[in-house]
């Protein structure tokens, strides 16, 4: 009889195929999960018990790490699987939910029960209250929430208070997978394990910081789904808010799920609200037009000819506190860009004065910290130094720590991180409500002023390209340039000149 009882709703679906059983089975190979648990996929196809674990076993070998293919171990794993055909958007189809998972559990089952909500959004109202309706919203159960977690404040709000008369707020963990990444960790531990870095991470020492999240492809088959979305829905509002907070919050005096999390809602509290005459200077939207043998987001799959959907969005943010006051963010997510790369860059100030002079071509730069989340993820720091033989020519180099260099140890899976951790019962690195409601407050009159003003720019970039050049003006009355890193980021080309 199974101690752990894992309900995926959306069990057919993309995200459990390619992400949630891999992590499922990498902790069972790694021993985080005990013999005594079942895995019980829910969704509208029909499979049985044995199909859906044939239709498992066959799609771990597609997506499972070469490193953990033992089919030894997968066939163990699988044999803890079983799946109920249902529709979760269907309340009447509960009590049977209820059945089948009576009977996993057996008679001493105490109820301890993870629900996984992989299904489209807009069932992530309803769910919570099916499950009430029949008694599964039981004490020791959790429920973990994929992204998008509302579609703008007031929807928030409103799924926010289901939840919270559904369960209490320490069986709630939404997810946001960017935490669940061993290099956002690091930048804590790289902020907050060493006390070099501290007294300089401040407006004093720091000129501006970048955060970046690309990537170099389009929207795929998931035309339907991005249009009514956006990037800012899609990537800003949640995946680069959270890396501004971790590059921007105070370290917490002790280390715990509510004190961490407090310093984060902190961060967002800060941010400046941007007012209408802000929106032109200080965000600028893209949408990627036809280009390098790319087509055109209009011309994608399920997409309207006459979409203003973004794809591509910078903005300038200004962090209203003590430390930060004065320097600005500058974030900025799109698809088909030339790379995939996530980064922060800080830039510190210039010298107050540069006694070396530029020298063939090389001039003392201002050093900058690039923090590299993904791929090869490390960290560079850039230096100005002397090139040998007479004169000072002062040249750009970088010194660089690579992640692998952590004794080999393969980087974790952000997603069996964070079930694990919800299996655990520690929430910190997934996203509190008030954190929710705060980010939501200050994206959402942007989403409004877009509704309202259709006109609004919209600037084309063709695919394959760093982004609308409006961006880069965006930034250039605070003298400040994106970094856009080498174009291949391939293992022996991990940074290029800075
Ligand atoms: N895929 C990713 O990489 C990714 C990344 C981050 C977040 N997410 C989020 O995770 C969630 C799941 O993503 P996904 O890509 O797996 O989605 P998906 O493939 O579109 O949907 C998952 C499953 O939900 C069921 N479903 C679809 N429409 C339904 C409806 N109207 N009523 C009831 N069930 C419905 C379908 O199964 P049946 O037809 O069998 O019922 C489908 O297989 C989404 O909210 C997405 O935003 C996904």
Known sequence: MAKLIIVIFGASGDLTKRKLMPALYSLFYTKRLNDDFAILGASRTTYSDESYREYINKEMYHFLDKSLQDKEKIDE??????????????????????????????????????????????????????LRSVGLNTKESRIIVEKPFGYNLESALALNKIYENVFDEHQIYRIDHFLGKETAQNLLAFRFAN?????????????????????????????????????????????LIQLVALAAMEPPAIFNADTFRNEIVKVYDSLKPLTEIDFNDHIVRGQYTAGHYKIGYREEKGIPEDSRTETYIAMRL??????????????RTGKQMPTKVTEIVVHFRETP?????????NCPKAN?????????????????????????????????????????????????????????????????????????????PILNYWQKHPEAPLYGYPAGTWGPLESEDMMH????????????LTDTDKYCEL
């Not at 200004?318 to 974030?331: A, D, K, T």
């Not at 952000?414 to 409500?433: G, H, M, V």
């Not at 009355?477 to 291949?488: F, G, I, L, Q």
């Open 77 to 130: 794993f699988i044999a803890h699987l079983y799946y109920k055909s249902m529709d979760p958007a269907e309340e009447n189809q509960y009590a049977s939910l209820k059945d089948k998972i009576d009977t996993l559990g057996g008679a001493h089952f105490n109820g301890n029960i993870l629900y996984y909500l992989s299904t489209p959004p807009v069932l992530y109202g309803k769910i919570p209250l099916y």
């Open 195 to 239: 006390g070099v870095f501290e007294p300089l991470w401040n407006r004093n020492y720091i000129d501006y910081i970048e955060v970046t999240a690309v990537e170099n492809l389009g929207i795929g088959d998931r035309g339907g789904f991005y249009d009514k979305v956006g990037a800012l829905r899609d990537m800003v509002q949640n995946h």
């Open 318 to 331: 200004e962090i209203g506190n003590w430390r930060w006051s004065g320097v600005p963010f500058y974030i």
């Open 353 to 361: 004065h540069q006694m070396f002079h530029c020298s063939k071509g």
């Open 368 to 444: 900058k910290l690039i923090l590299r989340l993904q791929p090869n993820e490390g960290i560079v720091l850039s230096l100005g130094l002397k090139v040998p033989g007479s004169g000072f020519q002062i040249k750009n180099v970088t010194m660089a720590f690579d992640y692998n260099q952590l004794g080999g140890i393969p980087m974790g899976d952000a997603y069996a991180r964070l079930i694990d951790d919800c299996i655990q019962n520690d929430p910190t690195l997934f996203t509190r409500s008030d954190a929710v409601e705060a980010s939501w407050r200050f994206f959402d």
């Open 477 to 488: 009355y605070h003298h400040a340039e994106w970094t856009n890193p080498c174009k291949n």
